[in-house]
């Protein structure tokens, strides 16, 4: 089975010259900070100040050639079927996957660390002692695409404009974050609010940094098909809204040499290829129309792998392990609804989907049952809560189920059947306990209305796993039905929250913390195009994120977590999906790449290369 596809004030602070020195200066007796040449969330770094790469590049990688794959991952407005705009960073419009490609920002990640960052076009960081601010050193003779030079006072109109116009995620992320000034063209000051997210810094670094002389005559809030001016390693190319996007590489990039870049951005063409349905996409990787794939179908990767060029081995295959926190995938009811609002009732909805027939019989047996928003983690609950947790938890006892001070919630083990009568027979209970009777052989809301339910989709891949959970659905009364629309109109009504039932899938880093509020808090429930598709609004959850994001040490945050995932769990917002701890890869052998992989992340194709010698022998083959 697929993978299902991953603030605000309105006004910007701006500091005065004296606010600035002031923010900077000696505390007391204390020095000034140090600038440092990468932040993380608690201050641990791997890499020195003078390394010379990344240790999972391979720095020698040469450059050229081509890569092209349907990409399995989207941010913001990105939209994985179609496009219809060159803007990732606004609600409006279905951006083009790969846009952030065209960017440069303050730092860079590194994929064998769990958050840090290191400087990019940013070269040292300077924190105040209390960290509320942040002064970025620019580094000097950096550009954007067209010549111009790219600057501090770039740097402020970009964290400005996203705060007041961006996406709403981007806005939420910035809540905690006060504003910016630029004394001069070398040096930006950022300021934070007391009390902000520990992550935040490090979501801030990562942001895209916009040519405010590119914008002075533009709508940044405008969906559009024109090419923003950017700064990054790759620049738009060609494109065909809705079929295809091409990237294609700086040759002169000012950022190729440095340790964070050194061994990445190796394709001259990066391409996005866009496909309505699945099958025609499997087809055109048969016929080379592009090069790589990620296989997210258990069905495909388990029998279709057979054509010709597998077995005369121009096509590999390979499975890579997953060591991140896996997706919280599932079916996530639209709680806002009133006839979603009982636990019970949601509760209900878990009883009667049978993964264990689903795994063994639509999926080939290669996925394990999802129960964490954490899963796959240490920030997964497990057995008895410990004293941390414990003291975590004592303040909300009460106020959220006893359930969370024992062992946490699981989804119960069918008999593999199908139609586990025990499992339905405690369905029905559930809804009759909840007000939702049975008349004239239809099951009724506790409105007194029959029970109808939607589930929305925009590809019909899932549509078997569907049919079997509203079969069993069906045998409750319950009056469920699949609707499947196009992705535009699929984006713009989860969007606007008009869905009883959709599939959502996200992960967290190996340090979540304010992503978390996206995900989790009342105030994400009622922002429209925020991540809280199911309208989780507890004030235990509230409380329990900023517990997440105010631990000062990986040991307060895993304790955090664990009590999170607990509260999240017996509140039964989602019926779980499943996981594996893997990717399973296909490709053209036309390819290089390191001999490691990062913890992290993939890395592909930031570390893959094209080898010329292999696509040779492949056009001969």
Not at 470 to 486: C, F, H, M, P, W
């Amino acid at each position: 089975m697929t993978h299902f596809p991953t603030v605000s004030r309105r006004d910007a602070l701006m500091l005065g010259g004296a606010a600035l020195t002031s923010a900077l200066a000696p505390v007391g007796k204390a020095a000034e900070s140090p600038d440092r040449h990468g932040i993380s969330a608690f201050d641990d770094l791997k890499y020195p100040a003078d390394f010379k790469q990344l240790d999972y590049v391979n720095p020698n990688a040469p450059k050229g050639g081509m890569f092209s794959h349907v990409a399995p991952t989207r941010i913001f407005n990105q939209n994985l079927l179609t496009f219809n705009s060159l803007n990732s960073y606004i609600l409006k419009g279905d951006a083009a996957q790969g846009m952030e490609l065209t960017f440069a920002s303050l730092m860079a990640r590194a994929y064998d660390e769990p958050d840090a960052m290191y400087g990019l076009a940013a070269q040292t960081v300077q924190i105040s002692p209390d960290r509320l601010s942040y002064r970025f050193r620019m580094r000097r003779g950096i550009k954007f695409h067209d010549g111009s030079p790219l600057t501090a006072h770039d740097v402020v109109f970009s964290l400005q404009v996203l705060k007041e116009k961006g996406h709403p995620i981007v806005q939420q992320l910035l809540h905690d974050f006060s504003g910016a000034q630029a004394p001069d063209d070398h040096n930006v000051v950022v300021t934070f609010a007391a009390g902000h997210a520990r992550d935040l810094p490090m979501f801030l670094s990562w942001l895209p940094i916009f040519s405010r002389t590119y914008y002075a005559g533009r709508a940044f809030e405008d969906s559009t098909l024109e090419p923003p001016l950017g700064s990054g390693p790759y620049r738009v190319g060609r494109f065909e809204p809705g079929h295809y996007i091409e990237y294609e590489r700086v040759k002169d990039w000012w950022g190729a040499d440095l340790p964070v870049a050194r061994g990445q951005n190796n394709f001259d063409m990066i391409r996005y290829e866009y496909f309505r349905d699945r099958d025609v996409a499997f087809e055109g990787f048969t016929s080379r129309g592009y090069l790589f794939r990620e296989e997210l179908v258990s069905r495909v990767w388990a029998t279709r792998y057979d054509f010709p060029a597998v077995r005369e081995g121009r096509v590999k295959r390979d499975v890579i392990p997953d060591r991140t926190a896996s997706a919280a995938q599932g079916w996530y009811f639209n709680t806002r609804r009133e006839k979603f609002k009982d636990k019970r009732v949601r509760e209900a909805f878990i009883d009667a989907f049978d993964f264990e027939w689903t795994n063994a019989t639509i999926m080939y047996g290669a996925y394990q049952r999802t129960h964490s928003v954490f899963q796959n983690s240490d920030m997964m609950a497990t057995g008895r809560p410990g004293p941390e947790e414990v003291a975590l938890l004592e303040p909300y006892r009460g106020k959220v189920p006893d359930e969370v001070f024992g062992e946490p919630y699981v989804p119960p083990v069918s008999d593999g059947s199908g139609q586990d009568r025990a499992l339905l027979r405690k369905a029905s209970g559930l809804l009759q306990e909840a007000g939702c009777v049975i008349k004239d052989g239809k099951r009724m809301t506790s409105q007194g209305e029959p029970f109808i339910v939607e589930f929305l989709v925009d590809d019909p891949v899932s549509q078997p796993h569907h049919n079997a959970f509203i079969k069993n659905l069906g045998t409750l009364g319950i009056e469920a039905s699949l609707r499947i629309v196009d992705p535009v109109q699929y984006r713009k009504r989860v969007d606007d929250f008009d869905f009883d039932i959709v599939v959502q899938r996200f992960g967290f880093s190996g340090t979540p913390g304010d992503s978390l509020r996206t995900f989790f808090s009342s105030r994400a429930a009622a922002m429209k195009g925020s991540q809280n598709v199911g309208g989780i609004a507890d004030p235990a959850i509230d409380a329990l994120v900023e517990r997440v994001i105010a631990a000062d040490s990986r040991t307060a945050l895993v304790a955090a977590c664990k009590a999170l995932d607990r509260v999240i769990r017996s509140g039964r917002y989602w019926v779980p999906h499943w996981y594996k701890a893997s990717h399973w890869l296909a490709y053209w052998d036309v390819f290089g790449r390191p001999e490691t992989q990062p913890r992290y992340a993939r890395a592909i194709p930031d570390t893959w290369w094209y080898d010329q010698d292999k696509g040779e022998r492949i056009g001969r083959g």
